[in-house]
């Protein structure tokens, strides 16, 4: 894998999620974020697990196909791992986040990872597209867009929703969250996650997905959509949505 000498998101995820596929510079980076906010872990897990209730939601609607934006390490209850029949393209624009996911993935013929760039369909290579999402513009689809949404401005997203819509087959399924204010009251955390990146107040999110319609669970805490149980006292980092695609 080569040692990068900058930490990943990705790879500093993994390390709140308990997997193996981070190096130190990661979790140097991942300590230093919790003494500016607080323990990361139990967020990122019940993010996670959104994944993991929506991704079932969607192949319980007979969806056998997903595309996956800003994938980061493909472990720790990926959507391969949850939809366990169906095919994935894993996508990130991250180069080392790719060969990782593409050397934890070698082998698999119902599972692929390459370059994807949300705000650019025409960025995937096609042939990954037909190969891993063979029904991609003729049947339902899952798109899973998470961790991506609170580094485009409004504008961009929308476009990258509305462009994400046309080009998806009626029927087709979005999981996607979006970041809260949760950062505002901590300072040196909130300058860590970069120029680029944007809080939004939950009333903010509805609009900013176009013509997808958020199913009846609305969009809301991740821990409170669907939850097996009792939800998880975490902070509200993250809302989630599932957002069906119309007919129009």
Do not use: K
Not at 2 to 15: F, H, K, L, V
Not at 192 to 212: H, V
Not at 237 to 246: H, I, K, N, P, S
């Amino acid at each position: 894998m080569g040692e990068p000498d900058q930490p990943s998101t990705a790879r500093m995820i993994d390390y709140w999620l308990g997997g193996a596929d981070h190096l130190p510079v990661d979790v140097a980076a991942a300590t230093a974020f919790e003494q500016a906010y607080g323990p990361c872990a139990p967020v990122f897990r019940e993010l996670r697990a959104f994944l993991g209730r929506a991704v079932r939601a969607i192949a319980a609607q007979g969806v056998d196909g997903f595309l996956v934006f800003g994938a980061g390490v493909p472990t720790m209850g990926n959507v391969h791992e949850v939809a366990a029949e169906a095919t994935v393209l894993y996508t990130d624009v991250d180069p080392v986040t790719i060969r990782l996911g593409q050397r934890i993935l070698a082998g698999s013929d119902r599972v692929g990872y390459g370059f994807g760039d949300a705000t650019d369909i025409g960025t995937i290579d096609p042939a990954q597209l037909h190969r891993f999402v063979p029904g991609w513009g003729r049947r339902p689809v899952g798109v899973v867009f998470l961790g991506l949404a609170a580094f485009l401005d409004d504008d961009t997203l929308m476009r990258t929703f509305d462009e994400l819509y046309a080009a998806a087959a009626p029927g087709s399924l979005l999981a996607v969250d979006f970041d809260t204010e949760e950062l505002a009251t901590h300072p040196q955390a909130l300058a860590m996650m970069g120029p680029t990146f944007r809080m939004r107040p939950p009333a903010a999110f509805a609009p900013l997905l176009g013509r997808w319609a958020p199913t009846a669970d609305g969009i809301v805490p991740v821990s409170r959509w669907r939850p097996d149980g009792v939800p998880a006292e975490v902070p509200d980092a993250f809302y989630g949505a599932l957002a069906v695609r119309g007919e129009d």
